[in-house]
């Protein structure tokens, strides 16, 4: 089963290492409709579909040569159909299968073989049959529904369905916001994502200034430090939907000591006698250099973000500097070892 190429491409892989088991092509034969049919996450070489529509062998690959495929296909009882034996493939695809009410989706067939006539079904679709090739089809109720096809000739009749294969919403209510974790004080942009065309946009901003907003994309300011709820109501001709997101927003006091503290290095107790407790913000490796008053590097180590313990007691009493670099920050502190 082949996915991506056509019949002459498969039959030049044939002829290239000389396999005699039929080969189905991806985009005339059939195999692109099976990956997608059975989710098959992967390109394998070889798939064996049971009775039952298991998957019995997947991903032969690499390919040491084309016995293995023949030794793979041969451990199950499967026999090679005659060629001319089965010539209908029934198969197709939509442009689009998350649609909007009243929106129309475009039905392609790409069945193979000599046909002469085609039956859809489409369900809660206007129409909700078609004898057409490629049928235009209108969604006016919400919900997720199958369509079929059925492909036949004088001799032969083959079918697809594709079960829960359209799904149609009213609107759907979404945003994104550009900045989550802010400093207080801060403008942040709310950008509507809402699906289906919405008309009309009714946010609330938990802690914000404005607390509530009519406009599609709002900008709001946060005062106080905190973490704040935003809710969406989007609304459109077919009716309407809300989005909310609980603890959406994180505001820090970035003027606070408490704030100020947490993003920098902090050293304790110092002075003192050579063993200091070392702070630093973030969850980065850093490696700490530390100098005595010459610049003369005197310890080199790597401390993990967090609160260590720093032990420079070898050292003679004095003052020194001690450098801590993750590769993007630096901080530097004065010691003093009594």
């Known amino acids: 089963m082949d996915i991506g190429n056509n019949n002459a491409e498969c039959v030049a892989f044939d002829e290239t290492y000389g396999l005699t088991y039929p080969t189905v092509s991806g985009t005339e034969g059939g195999g692109n409709a099976v990956n997608s049919t059975y989710g098959i996450p992967a390109y394998p070489t070889v798939i064996l579909i049971a009775p039952d529509h298991s998957i019995v062998i997947q991903d032969l690959w690499p390919i040491p040569n084309a016995q293995t495929i023949i030794n793979a296909l041969e451990n199950y009882p499967i026999q090679a159909n005659e060629c001319g034996s089965s010539t209908l493939t029934a198969s197709f695809t939509a442009d689009n299968t998350a649609v909007c009410l009243t929106n129309q989706v475009q039905f392609t067939n790409s069945s193979s073989g000599d046909i002469t006539t085609y039956a859809w079904t489409f369900e809660g679709g206007d129409p909700a049959t078609s004898s057409d090739e490629n049928p235009l089809v209108t969604y006016n109720t919400t919900g997720t529904f199958n369509v079929s096809l059925t492909v036949s000739n004088d001799t032969e009749t083959a079918n697809v369905d594709m079960d829960d294969y359209i799904t149609v919403s009213s609107i759907e209510a979404a945003f994104t916001a550009e900045e989550t974790d802010i400093c207080n004080e801060t403008q942040v942009q709310f950008l509507d994502n809402s699906s ?50 609980d603890n959406y927003m994180t505001v820090h006091n970035c003027t606070g000591v408490e704030y100020l503290s947490a993003q920098s290095m902090r050293i304790a107790p110092n002075p003192n006698n050579g063993r200091f407790q070392i702070t630093l913000p973030g969850n980065l490796i850093y490696r700490v250099f530390v100098y005595d008053v010459t610049g003369h590097l005197v310890n080199e180590s790597n401390i993990s973000a967090g609160e260590n313990s720093l032990d420079i007691s070898h050292l003679e009493s004095g003052v020194y500097l001690i450098n801590a670099d993750n590769g993007s920050i630096q901080y530097k502190e004065r010691l003093i070892i009594e």
């Open 196 to 245: 289906c065309d919405a008309t009309s946009w009714v946010w609330t901003f938990e802690g914000g200034d404005p607390a509530s907003s009519t406009e599609q994309n709002p900008v709001v300011t946060y005062a106080t430090s905190g973490s704040y709820s935003v809710t969406l109501v989007a609304t459109n001709a077919n009716g309407n939907n809300e989005i909310n997101i």
